[in-house]
């Protein structure tokens, strides 16, 4: 399943990391990249749930990286293992490192990221070479709110207060020499699950490249409707709730035929629309009217 959560910026020597919660924001670019190093910025976006917030507490950025290789390179199969030692490299000659970025520590709210809008979460330079994970540490912070006012603790889930998403070369977006961006969604409906009295998050993330996925945006209307929109084919799962105008959106649509179902509440029925998808495509879907 898939969500509207995305980040990243990246560079290749040495590089800058940006990470935050913003809309659309380009990010800063860097004309002068020492040499060895290369400038990422990391963006986040998020797959909506019916929270009316979901507050997340951030407290580091680090990615690990195959210093020996080139963000350009392909993958291979054991380059996510904990004891890749960097490809044709043992752990006596190991040229992959760990780089902690400079980011803005703070607690942010995930589903003020959807339809489209997205953050830059961290800035900073890192040593060049191939990106393979990204690590995101929290910290206790964290919070939903099922209504205005009322707000749960958030657990972290598992005794580690960090986790880690695999990054694949593809979901790197060259920008210019030397750098670089991805994407990170947030799918808030994976990654929250109430067990035992509590609400515990165990986040579920997907990274991705902006710049060859495709978008897909409508309106619905009325405004009161407060319709959940699901995408869906046999591969992928994707949602998004509406701002109060009905405008929504989805970014990193993989290329295929979706069913789009757009589930009334406050009394207003449900409909579906049916879209095909081509990679890099902007898909304008006509306002969808529902009815009592």
């Given at each position: 399943m898939k969500t509207v959560t995305k980040w990243l910026v990246g560079t290749a020597s040495a590089s800058a990391l940006l990470v935050f919660f913003a809309c659309n924001k380009s990010g800063s670019?860097?004309?002068?990249?020492?040499?060895?190093?290369?400038?990422?910025?990391?963006?986040?976006?998020?797959?909506p749930i019916e929270f009316t917030k979901v507050l997340i507490d951030i407290r580091q950025v680090t990615v690990e990286i195959d210093t020996a290789s080139k963000q350009s390179?392909?993958?291979?199969?054991?380059?996510?293992?904990?004891?890749?030692?960097?490809?044709?490299?043992?752990?006596?000659?190991?040229?992959?490192?760990?780089?902690?970025?400079?980011?803005?520590?703070?607690?942010?709210?995930?589903?003020?990221?959807r339809n489209g809008t997205d953050t830059l979460l961290a800035s900073g330079l890192y040593s060049s070479g191939k990106i393979l994970k990204l690590q995101i540490t929290l910290g206790s912070d964290n919070s939903v709110y099922t209504d205005s006012t009322t707000s749960y603790p958030l657990e972290v889930f598992g005794p580690n207060p960090y986790f880690t998403v695999n990054v694949s070369r593809t979901d790197v977006a060259d920008v210019t020499?030397?750098?670089?961006?991805?994407?990170?969604?947030?799918?808030?409906?994976?990654?929250?699950?109430?067990?035992?009295?509590?609400?515990?998050?165990?986040?579920?993330?997907?990274?991705f490249n902006d710049v060859v996925t495709a978008k897909v945006q409508g309106t619905v209307k009325p405004g009161n409707?407060?319709?959940?929109?699901?995408?869906?084919?046999?591969?992928?799962?994707?949602?998004?709730?509406?701002?109060?105008?009905?405008?929504?959106?989805?970014?990193?649509?993989?290329v295929g035929n979706y069913t789009l179902n757009f589930k009334g509440r406050n009394g207003y029925q449900d409909t579906t629309f049916s879209i095909a998808v081509d990679s890099m495509k902007v898909v304008n879907i006509p306002t969808i009217t529902l009815h009592k």
């Open positions: 670019s860097s004309t002068n990249i020492p040499a060895g190093k290369s400038q990422m910025s990391v963006y986040m976006m998020d797959d390179d392909p993958d291979y199969s054991d380059q996510w293992d904990n004891n890749y030692c960097g490809h044709g490299r043992t752990q006596a000659n190991k040229s992959v490192i760990w780089d902690t970025l400079s980011i803005a520590p703070g607690v942010y709210d995930l589903l003020s990221l020499n030397n750098q670089f961006k991805l994407w990170m969604d947030f799918n808030l409906s994976k990654s929250i699950f109430f067990w035992s009295g509590e609400y515990l998050l165990k986040p579920n993330i997907t990274v409707s407060t319709a959940l929109i699901t995408a869906y084919n046999a591969a992928d799962t994707l949602y998004a709730v509406p701002f109060r105008g009905g405008q929504y959106q989805f970014r990193g649509v993989p």
